[in-house]
Nanobody
Framework: QVQLVESGGGLVQAGGSLRLSCATS????????MGWFRQAPGKEREFVAA????????DYADSVKGRFAISRDNAKNTVYLQMNSLKPDDTAVYYC?????????WGQGTQVTVSS
């Protein structure tokens, strides 16, 4: 079992930045690939970004490429999502996920609201 706790969400104006954090506990963090997803009101949860267990490989949704950056600190058992040039369309609840094989664990989510 892996526990994940997101933080760093909030209200920001369009063009601004936020950094989300996801602190993990319960299992060896470096064994897990990590990802960020988001869910806007009335929409399905969608993929945002992912990072391999070593941090050597990353992947992004087309909608956030060039604006968001995912990183991890295995010594701190934490994954980050740096979000720049935020747009109102980025408004959503952001969820952290930990993957190992067929297992996926979710955090409780953190709200990000971007005002125009």
């Amino acid at each position: 079992q892996v526990q994940l706790v997101e933080s760093g969400g909030g209200l920001v104006q369009a063009g601004g930045s936020l950094r989300l954090s996801c602190a993990t506990s319960g299992r060896t963090f470096s064994n897990y690939a990590m990802g960020w997803f988001r869910q806007a009101p009335g929409k399905e949860r969608e993929f945002v970004a992912a990072i391999s267990w070593s941090g050597g490989s990353t992947d992004y949704a087309d909608s956030v490429k060039g604006r968001f950056a995912i990183s991890r600190d295995n010594a701190k058992n934490t994954v980050y999502l740096q979000m720049n040039s935020l747009k109102p369309d980025d408004t959503a609840v952001y969820y952290c996920a930990a993957d190992r094989g067929t297992l996926r664990y979710w955090g409780q989510g953190t709200q990000v609201t971007v005002s125009s």
